[in-house]
C-alpha cells in the first residue's frame, strides 16, 4: 500500500460546481500535511496546509482526520481556471511524501 | 514569499554529455533539498534528499553515480546528469524548506532533453 493514496481522476466537473477530494495517508506518525496546485508542465504550488481545525481560503477548504487518516480539499463555485492537478503532500520527519495527484478539469 | 530558483529553466544536451542543474533558495537556508523527476503525464517521482555538508540520501532505483548531487552551502544544491541519455529526458525540479518551517517551497523546475 502506497504512504499517500489519491484517487488519480479526472474529475470533470461543471463550471460553479463544487468539487471534493480525498487523499488518505498510511503512516499515523505523519506530522503535516499540504495540498499542492500542479499545473500542465510546471512545478507544484503551495495551496495550503492543513490543520485538524480546518481551515478555509476563500472558496478553498482543507480538513484533516488523523483518526481516520484522510485529509480533504473542498473547491466552492468552481473556476475555469481551477483545471489542475491537485496534490496531496504529507511530511513525515525529513520525508515528504506526495500522492500521485487528481487530476481536475473543470468544464465550461 | 520564500523563493527557490532553478537554472537551467531549459537544456538540450547530446548523448553522453553532462548536465548540471542549479537549485537555490534565494531568500532562506535550507539543510536539506528535494530533487525530483516527473515525466509527462506522470507524478513527481523523489529522486534524492540533497542534505548540506554530507552524503545525498537516494531513493530506490536511482543511480547516485549516474545522478550526481552536491549541496555545498545552505542555500545552493545542484543535480548532474552524468552520461545523459535520451531516456533521462524529462523535467527535474527541487524543493526546499526553510531552516525551522514547515512549508515546502518548489523551484520552477528544469526541463532536459537529451538528443
Known amino acids: 500500500r502506497k504512504e499517500v493514496e489519491q484517487d488519480p481522476g479526472p474529475f470533470n466537473v461543471p463550471e460553479g460546481a463544487t468539487v471534493a477530494f480525498n487523499c488518505t495517508y498510511s503512516?499515523?506518525?505523519?506530522?503535516?500535511f499540504f495540498w499542492y496546485r500542479q499545473d500542465c508542465r510546471k512545478e507544484p504550488k503551495l495551496l495550503m496546509s492543513?490543520?485538524?481545525s480546518g481551515n478555509e481560503d476563500g472558496r478553498f477548504t482543507a480538513q484533516l482526520n488523523r483518526a481516520s487518516q484522510y485529509i480533504s480539499l473542498l473547491i466552492r463555485d468552481s473556476k475555469l481556471s481551477d483545471s489542475a492537478t491537485y496534490l496531496c503532500?504529507?511530511?513525515?520527519?525529513?520525508?515528504?511524501?506526495f500522492g500521485k495527484g487528481t487530476r481536475l478539469h473543470i468544464l465550461p | 514569499g520564500a523563493v527557490v530558483s532553478q537554472h537551467p529553466s531549459r537544456v538540450i544536451c547530446k548523448s553522453g554529455t553532462s548536465v548540471k542543474i542549479e537549485c537555490r533558495s534565494l531568500?532562506?537556508?535550507?539543510?536539506?533539498m528535494f530533487w525530483y523527476r516527473q515525466f509527462p503525464k506522470q507524478s513527481l517521482m523523489l529522486m534524492a534528499t540533497?542534505?548540506?555538508?554530507?552524503?545525498?540520501?537516494?531513493e530506490q532505483g536511482v543511480e547516485k553515480d549516474k545522478f550526481l548531487i552536491n549541496h555545498a552551502s545552505l542555500t545552493l544544491s545542484t543535480l548532474t546528469v552524468t552520461s545523459a541519455h535520451p531516456e533521462d529526458s524529462s523535467f527535474y525540479i527541487c524543493?526546499?524548506?526553510?531552516?525551522?518551517?514547515?512549508?515546502?517551497?518548489f523551484g520552477e523546475g528544469s526541463w532536459l532533453t537529451v538528443v
Open positions: 524543493s526546499a524548506n526553510p531552516l525551522g518551517g514547515n512549508t515546502i517551497y
Open positions: 503512516n499515523s506518525a505523519s506530522q503535516s
Open positions: 492543513v490543520y485538524s
Open positions: 503532500v504529507v511530511r513525515r520527519d525529513d520525508k515528504i511524501i
Open positions: 531568500d532562506f537556508q535550507a539543510t536539506t
Open positions: 540533497s542534505n548540506e555538508g554530507s552524503k545525498a540520501t537516494y
